[in-house]
């Protein structure tokens, strides 16, 4: 009789043990599987190709018909990339891209996050969120001559677009620099005042299934900056752009559709 006990004793903790270890199992949670996404930056001209190696000898015309070419100097600043789920939830980058079309470099910028596998909308901020835009904050930026100012409120550009332009009939060109800040008002007594209406862009890709490294081709259309709503004057709006709050306000308006989504590739 106690061995029967025994042996039934011994049945019961083996199945208890087995039933144990297969819940375990079943509890395990699968691995979520993380990518990483890269952005690569293309330019044109309504769909020339604009780059480094052939900007300054080639002629572009803007929408209000004057002959133009661009640079050397042609950079601007991206930061903020951001992947946001279907849930609303969003992945931040903290971080940001120079990227500078005249010498042809950073023109990949790979976040340094990693992305859950899905569909996402992304986007992010052509220049810098206000309380990102901070006086002599990075020092990458120093280096690079991007800083504003302190006269003109301190922090860094957005952009800056360099270039000749010639009106129709005319031999002789003059040169512009299209330069994009926060907008601000200087005032040598009081110090720089700065509008309520800010000047950076939150630019919106829109939706990206994102199942393996994903390279996401971010699109700018250059002639976009000079085309509206505001119909750029070059002989007008040409250079000593950034004191001027009410162009850099004119600016923010006319690059809401520069930039597009191209080719995403996994």
Not at 127 to 153: H, I, R
Not at 191 to 201: A, C, K, L, R
Request: aromatic fraction near 10%.
């Amino acid at each position: 009789m106690k061995k029967s006990f025994a042996l039934l004793l011994l049945f019961m903790v083996t199945f208890i043990a087995c039933t144990e270890d297969e819940d375990d199992n079943t509890n395990i949670e699968t691995p979520i599987e993380k990518v990483q996404a890269t952005l690569n930056f293309s330019h044109n001209w309504d769909g020339v190709a604009v780059t480094g190696e052939d900007m300054e000898s080639t002629d572009y015309v803007t929408a209000n018909g004057e002959d133009v070419t661009i640079g050397p100097r042609f950079r601007y600043l991206i930061s903020d990339v951001t992947f946001t789920n279907a849930s609303g939830e969003s992945i931040v980058v903290d971080g940001y891209n120079l990227v500078n079309v005249g010498d042809d470099l950073n023109l990949s910028y790979t976040p340094d996050a990693q992305i859950p596998v899905g569909e996402y909308n992304v986007s992010f901020t052509y220049g810098f969120k206000t309380e990102k835009n901070l006086d002599g904050e990075y020092q990458d930026l120093n280096s690079a001559s991007f800083g504003v100012p302190p006269m003109l409120g301190g922090g860094y550009h957005y952009m800056q677009l360099d270039g000749k332009y010639r009106v129709a009939g005319s031999p002789t060109s003059d040169g512009f620099n299209y330069h994009n800040i926060r907008a601000v008002d200087p005032d040598m007594t009081n110090g720089p005042s700065f509008p309520d209406q800010p000047t950076f862009i939150n630019v919106d890709l829109g939706s990206i299934s994102i199942t393996a490294n994903t390279a996401i081709e971010v699109k700018m259309n250059v002639a976009e900056w000079f085309k509206g709503p505001n119909l750029w004057d070059l002989t007008v709006y040409n250079q000593v752009l950034m004191p001027k709050s009410n162009v850099q306000k004119m600016m923010n308006e006319n690059g809401q559709n520069v930039f597009s989504l191209g080719t995403v590739t996994q």
